[in-house]
């Protein structure tokens, strides 16, 4: 590495770690913390993904899951924090998932949540666990099961379900026996899952179906729990708020009943947009972490993966910044003055307390985040690196021949 970057990184370092001291904050405290986060990345980022206009297939897309796992090792390499990758079926079917471990585990990865595809065969038109004939219902639950074997076999303890069930008119379909189908369908995947393994349901208000979505929001989701079992959890995708939404208060909410699962980190402006995390929405990212740490044990069990398509920019490295992104959220929300937050808000001081929190959202926590990495063996300056590192003109030099993977 450059001598000079390395020694005015250390210096900007070295200065804000005796400023945070001096007003109290425990400098390697944070670094720890950021240290010890996990980040699940999904398979499906590394494929080619578009929107219903256009595809745009890039160079040196992954052929198969074993390639994804490796452009998903360089995520993790030079951020230190990402052995994780989720895996969507059939996207990631493969005849042998103990030799996709194996791959996995050559690389320092790991499979992370199983996500079961409910939504693109002929048979779901009218939903999967929702679809008013019974033989349809039994297709989606046995695919359900068939991700509860997937997920003992790569040695993942979640799984991770989102179903496109809905209705688009009014009177097409009764809004309660689906919901009913769906309790019946999600009992028997409960009760198949092994003790250590969690369902989390991932809601949506709408898309692909416009009327009505049959878990629509927080409250069809936790209500959904609370009837299978403490084993099911909410997921919170950042795309699936209407806009207006306050998030982190569905976060804290369920955090408080013990119910939040997971996120699906992304950024969205109009719709379900999967942007980089943080692009869009950097002080909700931040509001989000400030009720995470707040939350302390109660969030000790939170799955953080993200869920991003990546159509124009370049996939490994948007993958990279959304990581650092949250990185840079969890470590502002780390710096919030809790003492004189509790202080404020009992005091009534309302711009004295907003204003804790603007002073920790304001803090450069760059040289933080990069200490961090460095300690975990990563990379600094992780974008740079990776530039530098010409992964991405070796594997589209290699990765010729062979249909490129994508979502559809
Ligand atoms: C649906 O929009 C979603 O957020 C779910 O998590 C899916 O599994 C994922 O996107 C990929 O399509
Ligand atoms: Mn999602």
Not at 359 to 382: I, K, M, Q
């Amino acid at each position: 590495m450059d001598r000079t970057i390395e020694t005015t990184r250390s210096r900007m370092y070295d200065a804000l770690a005796e400023e945070l001291t001096a007003s109290g904050v425990d400098v390697s405290g944070v670094v720890e913390s950021l240290k010890a986060q996990r980040v699940e990345t999904p398979s499906w980022a590394y494929g080619n993904s578009g929107t219903r206009f256009k595809v745009f297939p890039q160079p040196g897309v992954p052929r198969d899951p074993f390639e994804k796992f490796e452009d998903a090792a360089q995520v993790h390499r030079h951020t230190g924090v990402c052995p994780g990758v989720a895996v969507h079926i059939p996207w990631d079917k493969v005849e042998d998932y103990g030799a996709l471990r194996a791959h996995a585990d050559s690389l320092g990865m790991s499979i992370g949540a199983v996500n079961p595809n409910l939504f693109q065969e002929e048979e779901y038109k009218l939903g999967s666990v929702c679809h008013p004939d019974p033989a349809v219902r039994r297709k989606a639950t046995n695919h359900l099961l068939e991700c509860v074997e997937i997920a003992k076999a790569t040695g993942s303890d979640i799984l991770s379900l989102w179903f496109a069930d809905g209705t688009n008119y009014p009177g097409q379909d009764s809004l309660t026996q689906r919901r009913h189908r769906m309790l019946e369908c999600l009992a028997e995947m409960y009760d198949a899952m092994p003790q250590q393994m969690r369902m989390l349901l991932e809601y949506k208000p709408y898309e692909p179906a416009f009327y009505h979505t049959d878990l629509a929001d927080w409250g069809t989701a936790l209500t959904m729990c609370q009837r299978l079992g403490e084993r099911a959890q909410v997921l919170v995708d950042l795309g699936h708020h209407l806009q207006g939404t306050n998030v982190e208060h569905i976060v804290a909410l369920l955090l408080d009943e013990g119910r939040l699962g997971g996120f699906h980190f992304n950024a969205r402006k109009y719709g379900d947009d999967d942007l980089i995390v943080g692009s869009v929405n950097p002080f909700e990212l931040f509001l989000i972490y400030v009720e995470l740490v707040g939350a302390g044990p109660a969030a000790g069990d939170v799955a953080y993966m993200i869920d991003q398509s990546h159509n124009i920019e370049a996939k490994i490295e948007a993958m990279i910044l959304s990581v650092t992104n949250l990185q840079e959220a969890y470590a502002k929300a780390l710096l919030v003055d809790r003492t004189a937050l509790e202080a404020a808000q009992r005091d009534g001081d309302v711009l004295g307390a907003h204003r804790l929190l603007l002073d920790a959202y304001s803090t450069d926590v760059r040289p933080l985040c990069a200490r961090a990495r460095e300690e975990l063996g990563a990379s600094p300056d992780p974008i740079a690196a990776f530039r530098a590192s010409g992964y991405m003109e070796k594997i589209a030099q290699e990765r010729v021949g062979g249909t490129q993977m994508s979502w559809t």
